[in-house]
């Protein structure tokens, strides 16, 4: 096994599970493998796989909540010091990878496999993931690219807005982008800011240029077809999450603009489109 092309993979002690014996096996195939002292030992942000030594009278609901939590992370494979059928279907029901007794652990075998396991289900997921963003971008592309209706001409203009303002679209899918990525960020980190006030500074803009509803929709389309571009899987997945609820957002600020400050306005003359 190619060792020096492998993240790092950590081994943590549960209920008084033996790490020691563990550590030394796997230190001889991996010998960057790192020792946490517990679950509450923050995990490298590129590990691999965290291997979870459990002592022989662990509760099964304990293992399963720790499984739970780990593979939010990692992937993990449980190490039994005494065989146990029960503890060890807990943690695969709960999300691991794999469960082994302690004295038959070949440390290279299976890394190797759960490692390769999860490359290959981390390129299908990424595949159909891709796939699905863009059949989502072809269905709504089909609704925005439909002929207006007469009142909706003419409440917002005949023209979409990438056709009428194509500088200001570009100006509001990067403004969208930087709030998608805040609340991916959020989501990821914990709390922030928010994005209400920089959607509210966007549904303004957007509102001064008379866009539409359909607008939105092709600013998420938009969005949503450039995915891709962002650094991680995980992050391109959250993108079209959070995007979904942002386009919401963003049209309920929409429509506050319209109705405090151009139906209540007379007379403001606005430049693009069918008046």
């Known amino acids: 096994m190619e060792t020096r092309h492998l993240p790092p993979i950590s081994v943590v002690g549960f209920h008084g599970g033996a790490v020691e014996g563990t550590v030394e096996r796997v230190r001889r195939t991996l010998p960057q493998t790192r020792v946490l002292s517990s679950l509450a030992d923050d995990l490298a942000a590129e590990s691999a796989l965290v291997i979870l030594v459990v002592g022989a009278f662990c ?9 739970s939590d780990v593979v939010e992370r990692a992937g993990v494979l449980v190490v039994l010091d005494s065989p146990d059928d029960a503890l060890g279907l ?11 007794a302690a004295d038959l652990l070949e440390p290279e075998v299976m890394i190797q496999r759960i490692l390769e396991r999860r490359r290959a289900a981390s390129e299908h997921q990424l595949a159909l993931d891709s ?12 609704m925005v690219g439909g002929t207006p209706t007469p009142t909706t001409a003419r409440t917002f203009g005949s ?17 969208l982008n930087t709030l998608i990525d805040q609340a991916i960020d959020e989501r990821i980190f914990g709390p922030g800011a928010g994005t ?5 500074a966007l549904a303004d803009s957007l509102g001064f240029a008379r866009a539409s509803p359909r607008d939105v929709i092709d600013l998420y389309v938009t969005m949503l077809r450039g995915a891709e571009e962002r650094p991680t899987p995980r992050r391109q997945a959250l993108a079209a999450e959070e995007g979904r609820l942002i386009a919401l957002q963003l049209m309920g600020h929409l429509v506050t603009h319209y109705r405090l400050r151009v139906i209540g306005a007379p007379g403001r003359t606005l430049g693009r489109g069918r008046r």
């Open 159 to 175: 023209r979409p807005l990438r056709e009428g303002l194509p500088e200001v679209f570009a100006s509001a899918v990067l403004s």
């Open 196 to 200: 209400d006030a920089g959607l509210r």
């Open 59 to 67: 509760p099964v609901n304990a293992l399963a909540a720790a499984v």
């Open 90 to 100: 807990a943690a695969m029901r709960a999300g691991a990878d794999d469960w082994i």
């Open 131 to 142: 796939t699905l963003r863009a059949e989502e971008a072809d269905r709504l592309d089909k």
